[in-house]
């Protein structure tokens, strides 16, 4: 298989599961899902449910299914703990999944493109600093996590620096997006509240973060 066969089959397949997403949304059938009934059946099914639900979110990012509800959705079922657990062994693995594919089918056809000087120099600084890069990008939460997984395989980032920064940098995300799930169990609850308040101080981080550094830049100027 040629290089550019293999990028053009890896868009298509891309194209392909945002229609099917696009197909459900607009034909009501996601909105007919019963999530109560599924939630019940997973709880029942014990490790198992568990077990089904770390192979969902594995094979997620194939079907550009958006993390975060499907994280929610853990905690709400499994609960803060156990949801934690599973998310971060199958968004860890969903996120290994994800790189291989690009850097399997996707590195060679985009080196072809890679020809512009600022891309190419920032390709050898992921390189060099992968493990930092990408911690960064999953600790902050406005980086699309998927277009993390797939960017990274494109790069020259090495899998173990892209893995060990991935599995480290989920892992606060994950708890807070699990607390928050598994709140919703008890809406209204004094724990309800203090899972928000976690959520929202989790969702502001980014900005503080660019206020921080942007007075950084304006001291040093």
């Given at each position: 298989?040629?290089?550019?066969?293999?990028?053009?089959?890896?868009?298509?397949?891309?194209?392909?599961?945002?229609?099917?997403?696009?197909?459900?949304?607009?034909?009501?059938?996601?909105?007919?899902?019963?999530?109560?009934?599924?939630?019940?059946?997973?709880?029942?099914?014990?490790?198992?449910?568990?077990?089904?639900?770390?192979?969902?979110?594995?094979?997620?990012?194939?079907?550009?299914?958006?993390?975060?509800?499907?994280?929610?959705?853990?905690?709400?079922?499994?609960?803060?703990?156990?949801?934690?657990?599973?998310?971060?062994?199958?968004?860890?693995?969903?996120?290994?999944?994800?790189?291989?594919?690009?850097?399997?089918?996707?590195?060679?056809?985009?080196?072809?493109?890679?020809?512009?000087?600022?891309?190419?120099?920032?390709?050898?600084?992921?390189?060099?600093?992968?493990?930092?890069?990408?911690?960064?990008?999953?600790?902050?939460?406005?980086?699309?996590?998927?277009?993390?997984?797939?960017?990274?395989?494109?790069?020259?980032?090495?899998?173990?620096d892209y893995t060990w920064a991935?599995?480290?940098?989920?892992?606060?995300?994950?708890?807070?997006?699990?607390?928050?799930?598994?709140?919703?169990?008890?809406?209204?609850?004094?724990?309800?509240?203090?899972?928000?308040?976690?959520?929202?101080?989790?969702?502001?981080?980014?900005?503080?973060?660019?206020?921080?550094?942007?007075?950084l830049s304006s001291d040093e100027?």
């Amino acid at each position: 298989m040629t290089r550019s066969k293999s990028l053009w089959l890896l868009l298509i397949w891309f194209l392909a599961a945002a229609s099917c997403l696009l197909v459900l949304k607009e034909t009501g059938v996601w909105s007919r899902l019963d999530m109560d009934f599924l939630s019940d059946w997973l709880r029942d099914l014990g490790f198992a449910g568990g077990l089904l639900y770390m192979i969902a979110y594995t094979l997620r990012p194939l079907v550009l299914f958006p993390a975060t509800p499907l994280t929610i959705f853990g905690g709400f079922v499994f609960g803060a703990f156990w949801g934690t657990v599973y998310d971060i062994i199958g968004a860890g693995a969903g996120a290994m999944l994800s790189f291989y594919i690009t850097r399997k089918w996707g590195r060679t056809g985009f080196q072809r493109i890679l020809r512009n000087k600022k891309l190419q120099t920032f390709d050898r600084k992921a390189e060099e600093n992968g493990f930092m890069v990408v911690l960064y990008m999953r600790l902050m939460p406005f980086f699309p996590f998927d277009g993390v997984s797939y960017g990274a395989g494109l790069s020259k980032i090495r899998f173990w620096d892209y893995t060990w920064a991935t599995l480290i940098g989920i892992i606060p995300g994950a708890i807070v997006y699990n607390v928050f799930g598994a709140s919703l169990q008890e809406i209204g609850s004094e724990d309800f509240y203090w899972a928000i308040a976690l959520y929202v101080v989790f969702a502001l981080l980014p900005f503080a973060f660019k206020k921080r550094e942007k007075n950084l830049s304006s001291d040093e100027g």
